[in-house]
C-alpha cells in the first residue's frame, strides 16, 4: 500500500455542525507511505473513530477513505484480513489485549499469524522496553504501563506500509518513550513504511515530516 | 495457534449446557432412528408382498347364493365371465386355478421319533407367470418326479402354534422346512405312486396348496380324467389391487375378493401411522435441543464477544474464529450420533428375539443409521451457518 487518502470525511455525530475546524475531517488529505504523521488532538475530536475508520471496524463517517485509490468500503473481508496481516498495524488506544493469556501468548496470537518475529527477537523486545521477566505474566497482573508496552511489542510483529499507532506512549515515562520512538523509526526504515500517531498531549517521540490538527 | 485461539475461546463454554445438549439430543435422535429401524424390521409382518409371488393380484371367486347352489349354480367361472373379466381396463392378466381330480395322501415325518403325520391332501395349479420363483425350483420332470409346493402360512402356525405345541414336537421355523421329509402318493385310474416333496415357500394369500401347472396337467392326465372343468377360482393381476373400480365390478358380478390383504393393510397403516408419530415425537426433542444448543453457542458467543472482536481486529478471519466453535459442535453432534447408533443397536437386540417366531427377513441398519447422519448432518449445517452468522456480525462495530 502507497498511500491512504481520506476525503472529506466527518464522523456521523458531528454532521450538523458548524465546519469544524480540522486539517483532517472534511479535507482532502492523502498519507504517504515513509512518512511520519502526528496527529494531535484535544479529547472528544474523534481521534480514535479516525483510527478505527482507517482501520475498517466502523463505518459511522461520510466522506471518504481509500488505500491507494480504492474505497475502502468496496474492501471484502478476505481483503480486510489480508491488509491486517501485512500492511496496516494498529495500536488501539485501549490496547485490547487478552487479560487471561500471558504476555507472551497474546504476542504470539499475532505473531503466529503472521510469522514475522522470532521468539528471540520477541524476547529481546521485552528486554529493550525494559520488561524481560514479564514474558510469562499474565497480562491481567501487568501495570497499565506494562501492557502498553506488551502492545506495542505485538504492533511490531507484522510487516506493514503503515503503522497506524493510537495514543501509544499515553501511559509511558519519557525514557521509554524514546526506546519507543526508536523502536518505530528503526522498523519504518527498515520496511519504508510510513507511521501515523496520533496524540493528545504526550507525543511519541519522533522526527515528523507532518503534523497536522484533528 | 489452535491451542491458543481454543484457550481464548473455551472461556465461558458452559458443560451442564453441551451435557443437557447432548442428552436431549442422543433422546430425540434414538427416537427416531431406533423408530425408523423398527419399522423397517417389523413391516414384513404386515407386508403382503411375497418374494414368490408378484404383489399386484387378487384371487376371485364366485359368491353362490343357497339358491343358485340348489339349482345346479356350482360357482364355476365361464369363459365368458373370463373374457369379460379379461376386457376390463384394470385387468392386466387371468389365470385359472386348476383343481387336483384324483386322490392325494400327504405324509410328513416327523424328526428322528420315527413317527409320521399322514392327511389326505389337495392341489391346486395356477399358471408359472403369476409365481415368481426360479424355474429350477418350481419345475417338474416326469422321469424324476419330486413335486415342489408353495403352502399357506397359516399351515405353518396351525403345525407350530397348534400341534407342535400340544404334542411336545419342536417349532419348525420357514427356514427349515425344507429339511422336512415330506411325500404324496397320488392314486386314480388304478394308480397309486408315491413321490416326495419340497416346500419352497409360504403365502400369506393363497389360502391353499400350490402346485406347479405342469405336474398338475401331467398328473390330471395319469390319474384323472385330463382336467378341463372349468375354474372355481380365478387369480387376476391388477393396475391397482386398491382401485374402486374393481371393487364396484366384484360387487357387481357378486365376485369376492379373497385373502387377508384388507386385513394386512389396516395393521400395516397402523403400524405406519404409530411409527410416524414415534418419530415425529423423536423429532421434535431432537428439534428442542437443537434450539437448546443454539441457544447455548449465541450466548456463549456473545460472553465472548469481545474476544471475538479483537481476534478480528488482529487480522484473524470470521472462519479461522469460528473454527474452534465448529469444530466443538461437530464433535459432540458426532458423539451423539454414534452413541444414538450404539443405543438404537442395544434396543434392537432387545426386540429381535421376540419377533423371531415370525421368521422375518434379516433387514440392515442402513437406512436407519443414514437417518440419524441425515438429521445429525442438518443440525450440525444449522449450528455451524448460525456460528458463522453470528461472528460475521462481529465484523463492524455498529458505533
Not at chain 1, 450538523?16 to 486539517?23: D, F
Not at chain 1, 472534511?26 to 482507517?54: F, H, N, P, W
Not at chain 2, 410328513?108 to 408359472?128: C, D, H, K, V, Y
Amino acid at each position: 500500500m502507497q498511500q491512504i487518502n481520506i476525503h472529506d470525511a466527518l464522523p456521523t455525530v458531528f454532521a450538523g455542525r458548524e465546519r469544524v475546524p480540522s486539517q483532517v475531517w472534511q479535507c482532502d488529505l492523502t498519507m504517504e507511505r515513509g512518512k511520519r504523521y502526528l496527529i494531535v488532538a484535544d479529547s472528544g475530536t474523534g481521534k480514535s473513530s479516525l483510527c478505527s475508520y482507517i482501520y475498517g471496524y466502523r463505518r459511522d463517517f461520510s466522506g471518504s477513505i481509500a488505500f491507494d485509490g480504492q474505497d475502502i468500503s468496496s474492501l471484502s473481508i478476505g481483503q480486510w484480513c489480508e491488509i491486517r496481516k501485512t500492511s496496516l498495524a494498529y495500536l488501539p488506544q485501549e490496547m485490547r489485549l487478552f487479560p487471561e493469556l500471558t504476555a507472551m501468548e497474546n504476542i504470539q496470537l499475532k505473531n503466529q499469524l503472521t510469522h514475522y518475529k522470532s521468539e528471540k527477537e520477541i524476547i529481546d523486545l521485552f528486554g529493550t522496553l525494559g520488561i524481560p521477566e514479564k514474558v510469562d505474566t499474565p497480562v491481567s497482573r501487568l501495570s497499565i504501563g506494562q501492557q502498553q508496552r506488551v502492545a506495542i511489542i505485538r504492533t511490531l510483529c507484522q510487516p506493514a506500509d503503515f503503522y497506524l499507532l493510537d495514543e501509544p506512549v499515553s501511559h509511558l515515562d519519557t525514557a521509554n518513550n524514546a526506546i519507543v520512538g526508536n523502536l518505530f523509526a528503526q522498523e519504518a526504515d527498515k520496511q519504508g513504511a510510513a507511521v501515523i500517531v496520533t496524540s493528545v498531549g504526550n507525543h511519541l517521540a519522533l522526527d515528523y515530516d507532518v503534523e497536522l490538527q484533528l | 495457534m489452535k491451542q491458543l485461539l481454543w484457550k481464548l475461546l473455551r472461556k465461558h463454554i458452559s458443560p451442564a449446557q453441551l451435557i443437557g445438549f447432548s442428552i436431549a439430543n442422543l433422546v430425540g435422535l434414538t427416537i427416531v432412528i431406533l423408530a425408523v429401524q423398527f419399522y423397517r424390521d417389523v413391516k414384513p409382518v404386515f407386508s403382503d408382498e411375497e418374494s414368490f409371488i408378484r404383489k399386484d393380484y387378487l384371487v376371485i371367486t364366485r359368491s353362490v347364493s343357497t339358491a343358485g347352489a340348489m339349482v345346479g349354480d356350482t360357482g364355476e367361472f365361464g369363459d365368458a365371465d373370463i373374457a369379460n373379466i379379461e376386457a376390463q381396463p384394470w385387468c392386466r392378466k387371468v389365470g385359472r386355478f386348476m383343481n387336483s381330480e384324483f386322490s392325494i395322501f400327504a405324509t410328513i415325518g416327523l424328526g428322528n421319533s420315527g413317527r409320521a403325520m399322514r392327511s389326505q391332501f389337495f392341489f391346486e395349479a395356477i399358471p408359472t407367470d403369476f409365481i415368481d420363483v426360479t424355474d429350477a425350483e418350481w419345475n417338474f420332470n416326469p422321469n424324476q418326479p419330486e413335486v415342489p409346493v408353495i403352502v399357506s402360512r397359516d399351515y405353518l402356525s396351525l403345525y407350530n402354534f397348534g400341534f407342535a405345541a400340544t404334542q411336545g414336537l419342536p417349532r419348525i421355523s420357514e427356514g427349515q422346512v425344507g429339511m422336512i421329509p415330506l411325500s404324496f402318493t397320488l392314486s386314480g385310474n388304478g394308480l397309486n405312486e408315491t413321490m416326495p416333496g419340497r416346500i419352497v415357500g409360504f403365502s400369506n394369500r393363497l389360502n391353499t396348496v400350490i402346485v406347479p401347472e405342469a405336474f398338475m396337467k401331467w398328473a390330471n392326465t395319469r390319474y384323472g380324467d385330463g382336467g378341463t372343468g372349468h375354474p372355481l377360482r380365478l387369480i387376476v393381476e391388477v393396475n391397482s389391487p386398491g382401485d374402486v373400480k374393481i371393487e364396484q365390478y366384484m360387487a357387481d358380478h357378486h365376485y369376492e375378493v379373497a385373502g387377508d390383504k384388507a386385513q394386512a393393510g389396516k395393521a400395516n397403516y397402523f403400524l405406519t401411522v404409530i411409527v410416524s408419530i414415534v418419530i415425529a415425537v423423536g423429532v421434535v426433542i431432537s428439534l428442542l435441543s437443537f434450539f437448546v444448543l443454539m441457544l447455548s453457542i449465541y450466548l456463549l458467543l456473545q460472553k465472548n464477544t469481545q474476544r471475538l472482536r479483537d481476534l478480528l481486529l488482529l487480522g484473524y478471519s470470521p472462519a479461522q474464529v469460528s473454527r474452534p466453535y465448529v469444530l466443538m459442535v461437530i464433535a459432540i453432534n458426532a458423539v451423539v450420533l454414534i452413541l444414538a447408533v450404539v443405543l438404537m443397536l442395544v434396543g434392537r437386540s432387545y426386540y429381535l428375539p421376540m419377533l423371531e417366531a415370525f421368521d422375518l427377513p434379516r433387514v440392515s441398519v442402513v437406512v436407519a443409521v443414514l437417518t440419524g447422519v441425515v438429521i445429525m448432518t442438518l443440525i450440525t449445517l444449522g449450528n455451524v451457518i448460525a456460528i458463522r452468522r453470528k461472528v460475521a456480525s462481529l465484523w463492524l462495530l455498529n458505533a
